[in-house]
């Protein structure tokens, strides 16, 4: 599968953005989809992934209350809602794809990417 993620921007802290990822195929709901970030000179974390019906989902702790993962699999698409957005939210987003619910970024067999999000003070 071909991952293809949009969406970043620099947005003023307390602000708002969604990402999008667009993904390729006709097994997509077969997928557990997610995102990680990684920020400048820091390791690539796990911010949430959601089961391929959509019906489970999981989030980082740095992130829950804020973020809501969603998908269409009639749309091939992944979407990251993200509110209340701090300066610590600045990073390099990916999108991610893998058949099983795991956080690992090693676990992840295909990436997006990546759209970078800038968060100003």
């Known amino acids: 599968v071909q991952l293809q993620a949009s969406g970043g921007g620099l947005v003023q802290a307390g602000g708002s953005l969604r990402l999008s990822c667009a993904a390729s195929g006709r097994t997509f709901s077969r997928y557990v989809m997610a995102w990680f970030r990684q920020a400048p000179g820091k390791e690539r974390e796990f911010v949430a992934w959601i089961s391929g019906s959509g019906g489970a989902t999981r989030y980082a702790d740095s992130v829950k209350g804020r973020f809501t993962i969603s998908r269409d699999n009639a749309d091939n698409t992944v979407y990251l809602q993200m509110n209340s957005l701090k300066p610590d939210d600045t990073a390099v987003y990916y999108c991610?794809?893998?058949?099983?619910?795991?956080?690992?970024?090693?676990?992840?067999?295909?990436w997006g990417q990546g759209t970078l999000v800038t968060v100003s003070s």
């Open positions: 991610a794809a893998n058949t099983r619910l795991v956080v690992q970024t090693s676990e992840y067999n295909y």
